[in-house]
């Protein structure tokens, strides 16, 4: 089984396009491509990857694509799309790749993310992406789980991933996370990707190894077999030097047994993006 990293991130960044990239994140502000990754996944025994948008518009997405096309280890595109066009199916179709999985919108920018998450417009486009076996990204904060769960038993025609874990408020702790997600964690066609909580803001005083209790309570309410590791490569690099979400999912599942890790670390991504499982060589 491919060892799968299920969210990271290509760009060549200009301000007008990135405008979420503020001041305070000067790492990002430079070009991310291929090549700046794949030392990285060789060093964490990465295989595959699910390349995600970063930019609100389809000229990125045909970017995405025609680098997935030339890049052995990108195994899928989560793109996006107007959601609300009336000229939606157009648009897919002049999308339309072999490696183009999934789509997603950053809902957490929103002026109104409840709005949006309930907009008619939206969710007819939701049903058309299902309708086509298009996997649909949530990207919300923990202020908004409630309407995404709404969002999410309206549609459940096909998969759907909640990226970064809802963005927990870590002032709060686990538990109270816990009783956020759980809702949505019932609904067997979400999954949740592993990823992004080094980058959220922390209480003072909290270290990465604080972080665990998080990961242990999206194993209870997903399990192991609706949760995938993420990078959120590059974004993963504002943690700084000394922490990475690598050998942070490596100790949080490191009490699960070989099959449960291989679920985390590249079946489930495997299901859910319809990715072709390769067979790994090694020395005997």
Same mark, same amino acid.
């Given at each position: 089984?491919?060892?799968?990293?299920?969210?990271?991130?290509?760009?060549?960044?200009?301000?007008?396009?990135?405008?979420?990239?503020?001041?305070?994140?000067?790492?990002?502000?430079?070009?991310?491509?291929?090549?700046?990754?794949?030392?990285?996944?060789?060093?964490?025994?990465?295989?595959?990857?699910?390349? #995600? !948008?970063?930019?609100?518009?389809?000229?990125?997405?045909?970017?995405? *694509? @025609?680098?997935? &096309? $030339?890049? /052995?280890?990108?195994?899928?595109?989560?793109?996006?799309?107007?959601?609300?066009?009336?000229?939606?199916?157009?648009?897919?179709?002049?999308?339309?790749?072999?490696?183009?999985?999934?789509?997603?919108?950053?809902?957490?920018?929103?002026?109104?993310?409840?709005?949006?998450?309930?907009?008619?417009?939206?969710?007819?486009?939701?049903?058309?992406?299902?309708?086509?076996?298009?996997?649909?990204?949530?990207?919300?904060?923990?202020?908004?789980?409630?309407?995404? #769960? !709404?969002?999410?038993?309206?549609?459940?025609?096909?998969?759907?991933? *909640? @990226?970064?874990? &809802? $963005?927990? /408020?870590?002032?709060?702790?686990?538990?109270?996370?816990?009783?956020?997600?759980?809702?949505?964690?019932?609904?067997?066609?979400?999954?949740?990707?592993?990823?992004?909580?080094?980058?959220?803001?922390?209480?003072?005083?909290?270290?990465?190894?604080?972080?665990?209790?998080?990961?242990?309570?999206?194993?209870?309410?997903?399990?192991?077999?609706?949760?995938?590791?993420?990078?959120?490569?590059?974004?993963?690099?504002?943690?700084?030097?000394?922490?990475?979400?690598?050998?942070?999912?490596?100790?949080?599942?490191?009490?699960?047994?070989?099959?449960?890790?291989?679920?985390?670390?590249?079946?489930?991504?495997?299901?859910?993006?319809?990715?072709?499982?390769?067979?790994?060589?090694?020395?005997?």
């Amino acid at each position: 089984m491919m060892r799968i990293d299920s969210h990271q991130h290509f760009w060549r960044y200009t301000p007008q396009d990135y405008r979420w990239i503020s001041d305070e994140m000067t790492v990002l502000k430079q070009n991310f491509l291929p090549e700046t990754l794949t030392s990285t996944l060789q060093r964490h025994n990465i295989q595959g990857t699910v390349l #995600v !948008q970063a930019c609100s518009c389809t000229s990125e997405t045909r970017w995405l *694509l @025609d680098i997935a &096309g $030339k890049t /052995d280890f990108v195994c899928a595109v989560t793109g996006w799309v107007e959601l609300s066009s009336s000229a939606l199916q157009r648009e897919l179709d002049a999308l339309s790749h072999p490696l183009l999985r999934g789509f997603r919108h950053q809902v957490q920018d929103e002026p109104s993310p409840a709005q949006w998450l309930a907009d008619p417009a939206i969710n007819a486009g939701i049903r058309q992406l299902q309708q086509q076996e298009y996997v649909y990204e949530i990207l919300v904060t923990h202020r908004h789980l409630a309407e995404a #769960v !709404q969002f999410a038993t309206r549609h459940d025609g096909h998969f759907l991933v *909640l @990226d970064h874990l &809802g $963005k927990p /408020d870590l002032s709060l702790g686990a538990a109270y996370w816990k009783k956020q997600i759980a809702p949505l964690a019932a609904l067997q066609h979400v999954s949740c990707k592993l990823s992004g909580l080094l980058t959220e803001p922390r209480p003072a005083g909290m270290s990465a190894r604080d972080l665990l209790p998080y990961f242990d309570a999206a194993l209870e309410v997903f399990g192991p077999g609706r949760l995938m590791f993420g990078s959120d490569w590059p974004v993963c690099l504002l943690a700084g030097g000394d922490e990475n979400p690598w050998d942070l999912c490596e100790q949080a599942t490191a009490s699960l047994s070989s099959d449960e890790q291989a679920a985390i670390y590249g079946g489930n991504a495997c299901t859910v993006y319809r990715l072709q499982p390769l067979p790994i060589t090694g020395n005997d």
